[in-house]
C-alpha cells in the first residue's frame, strides 16, 4: 500500500483541505498496515490494537503536518511505530493522550480554531455523543475542561483513579472506531448547540446578579433536580442551591463564565469566582456546573470546585 498515486496524493490533500470523508478513507485504507507495523513491534497482544486506535487519533490531529502527500504511508507507519515505542516503555499502559491535542479547547492557543480548519470539531462531538454515558463524561471532563487531574476526575463523578483511566482508555478505543465509521456521515453542528447552551448559562448568571436567580433556574432545572455538592452532600430541589448562590452573592462573590461545554444530555459550565477584596478566601478559585438533562431539562447536577493548586493542566496523568 502506498505508492503514492495521483487518486492518493488528492485523497491527501482533500483531507488537508479539511474534507471528513477524504480524512476518514485515508486512515481506514491504510488500518491494516498500521495494525502490521503495531504486531511486529508489539506482537500479538492488546496492546497491538490499542497502539493502531491512538495512532489514528494522533494522524487526525496531524494530517496538516504532512508535507508529501506521496509519503503519507511512511508517515502513518511512523506515528504506529512511536506509539508502540512508548507502550514498550510502560508495559503498565500509561495512557497516550495525543486525543487531548485533537479536541482540548483549553490548553493549546486555539484548538477551536484547529478543529474548524479540519472540519472535525461536529465530527468528533458526534463520535463522543455515541459512548456510553460514564465514558462520556470523563472524556467531556478530561478533554473539555479544565478538570484535567485524574483525581479531580475521580472525585467530581465518585469513583476510584483506576475506574477514570480504564474509562478513558475505553473511551479513546471507542471514538478511534467511531470516528473511522462515521466520516462520510452527516453531523449536527455542535456550534449552534453550544452557543445556545453559553446563552442559557450567561443569561442565568446575569439573573443571579440582578437577584433573579431562582426564576432563570426554574426554567431550565426540574423542580425535584438531584444535587451532589463538593465533599458529596446531597439535595433535592433547588432552592438551597439559590441561597448559597444568594449568599454568596451578598458576600461580594460573583461568577464569570469561563467554558461551555455542550452535549445532549451533559451540559458543563466552569465559571471563575471572583472573590472580594477584603475576603479573597471566601470562595475557591473556580466551579464547575455538571448538569444532566432529561427531557431538555436540568434532572441532576454535580457542583465541584476546582482546589487552588489546580493550576498545571494535565496533573497526573
Keep these: 500500500m502506498g505508492d503514492g498515486t495521483p487518486a492518493e496524493v488528492d485523497l491527501v490533500r482533500e483531507a488537508q483541505a479539511g474534507d471528513v470523508g477524504s480524512l476518514g478513507l485515508l486512515l481506514a485504507r491504510y488500518q491494516a498496515d498500521m495494525r502490521a507495523v503495531a504486531l511486529g513491534v508489539l506482537g500479538r497482544v492488546p496492546e497491538a490494537e490499542d497502539a493502531v486506535q491512538e495512532a489514528v487519533l494522533v494522524a487526525l490531529r496531524r494530517i496538516g503536518d504532512v508535507r508529501d502527500p506521496r509519503a503519507v504511508a511512511p508517515w502513518l507507519r511512523a506515528i504506529v511505530r512511536n506509539v508502540c515505542r512508548m507502550h514498550l516503555r510502560s508495559r503498565k499502559a500509561v495512557p497516550v493522550d495525543d486525543l487531548e491535542s485533537l479536541v482540548l479547547p483549553r490548553g493549546e492557543p486555539d484548538p477551536g480554531e484547529l ?41 467530581l463523578c465518585a469513583v476510584p483513579v483506576g475506574t477514570v483511566r480504564s474509562r478513558l482508555n475505553q473511551a479513546r478505543a471507542k471514538l478511534s472506531e467511531a470516528l473511522l465509521a462515521t466520516a462520510s456521515l452527516a453531523h449536527d453542528d455542535v456550534a449552534v448547540l453550544t452557543e445556545a447552551r453559553r446563552r442559557d448559562a450567561e443569561e442565568t448568571l446575569r439573573a443571579a446578579g440582578r437577584g433573579s436567580f431562582a426564576e432563570a433556574v426554574a426554567a431550565h432545572w426540574s423542580p425535584e433536580v438531584e444535587i451532589t455538592w463538593p465533599r458529596g452532600r446531597r439535595t433535592k430541589g433547588f432552592d438551597y442551591l439559590v441561597r448559597a448562590m444568594n449568599r454568596d452573592l451578598d458576600h461580594g462573590v460573583r461568577h464569570r463564565l469561563a467554558n461551555v461545554v455542550a452535549g445532549r444530555e451533559v451540559v458543563i459550565w466552569e465559571t471563575d469566582l471572583i472573590n472580594p477584596p477584603d475576603d479573597p478566601f471566601h470562595c475557591p478559585p473556580a466551579a464547575v456546573w455538571v448538569q444532566f438533562l432529561e427531557e431538555g431539562r436540568v434532572r441532576r447536577f454535580r457542583l465541584f470546585h476546582l482546589p487552588r493548586d489546580a493550576g498545571v493542566p494535565g496533573a497526573s496523568r
Design 115 to 155: 478543529l474548524d480548519r479540519y472540519a472535525t470539531r461536529d465530527w468528533v462531538w458526534s463520535a463522543i455523543e455515541g459512548l456510553s454515558p460514564n465514558l462520556r463524561l470523563v472524556t467531556m471532563l478530561r478533554y473539555f475542561t479544565d478538570v484535567t487531574a485524574y483525581e479531580h476526575i475521580a472525585e
